[in-house]
């Protein structure tokens, strides 16, 4: 089992017991977090991930921020990234190698085509770019559009990306219960249909939904069927082929 999760946390420190238990779920080999409100001189860590992380503040105070966490037994190095954008992106070696970037786009914050770009060209080929854009668009689920939804959807287009995104809610409005869809799942076409996406039915403390990209052609591909001669009965086979039974009759 291959999973990836995405999800803004909203707050790393205090929903860090939600990611362990989301651990015992899923086993992700990563997290692509948003929102974890880090300071750089916090010691948050997890047993048995590695932790990336890009830092944002608002009036000296920790807002915003992304995170990558990986698994310790997967081969990974880091992207480094020349961009004003909340971003953090790691290649990993799993039956291909890909790049992982966590971004968070606050709501208010101007975004354009252009920094996007400058952004995608900097992930190694094939990526997925996961995050809150602050994005609405009904291309993803959302019922209105908004700016952002619109440069999103063009820039998507225009660099001929796939997004992963079903439609379902990721975001439930925590002052007046609305549900929309702003995080939104985006690949290199030929990562598309090696992930299935979903969106977690538990909120595990956030306002945000994880949502799970779970590897599809996992075990077919990397196990070779075996048979467990250890394991078999050679006595009763014997006796079995000396009477003439056959298996089916027993
Ligand atoms: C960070 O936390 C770890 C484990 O809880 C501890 O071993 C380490 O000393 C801490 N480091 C700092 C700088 O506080
Ligand atoms: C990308 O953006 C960064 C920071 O905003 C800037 O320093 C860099 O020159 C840009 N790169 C390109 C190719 O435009
Ligand atoms: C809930 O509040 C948000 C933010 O103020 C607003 O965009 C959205 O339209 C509201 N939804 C409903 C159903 O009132």
């Known amino acids: 089992m291959t999973n990836i999760i995405q999800w803004n946390c909203r707050g ?13 779920s899923f086993l992700p080999i990563a997290f692509c977090l948003q929102e974890t409100h880090l300071k750089e001189s916090d010691n948050v860590s997890l047993k048995g991930y590695n932790m990336y992380s890009t830092f944002s503040k608002v009036d000296e105070r920790a807002a915003g921020g992304s995170s990558i966490f990986v698994k310790d037994n997967v081969i990974h190095s880091t992207v480094q990234l020349t961009t004003d954008l909340q971003a953090v992106a790691i290649r990993l070696s799993l039956d291909k190698t890909i790049t992982l970037c966590s971004i968070y786009i606050p709501p208010n914050s101007i975004i354009d085509k252009a920094k996007l770009k400058n952004l995608t060209d ?39 990306l796939c997004i992963f995104n079903d439609g379902s809610n990721t975001y439930l409005h925590p002052g007046n219960g609305s549900y929309s869809s702003i995080d939104i799942t985006i690949c290199d076409p030929s990562l598309l249909l090696d992930y299935s996406w979903r969106v977690h039915d538990d909120l595990c403390g956030s306002d945000h939904f994880p949502i799970v990209l779970e590897h599809l052609f996992n075990s077919a591909q990397q196990r070779v069927p075996r048979w467990k001669l250890d394991k078999a009965d050679w006595s009763l086979f014997e006796n079995l082929c000396r009477s003439g039974t056959s298996v089916k009759d027993v």
């Open 12 to 24: 790393l420190k205090i929903n860090l017991l939600e990611l362990t238990l989301l651990v015992q």
């Open 122 to 160: 900097q992930l190694p080929s094939p990526f997925i770019l996961m995050g809150d854009f602050n994005a609405h668009n009904p291309l993803w689920g959302s019922k209105t559009h908004n700016a952002k939804g619109k440069i999103i959807e063009d820039f998507v287009s225009q660099e001929g």
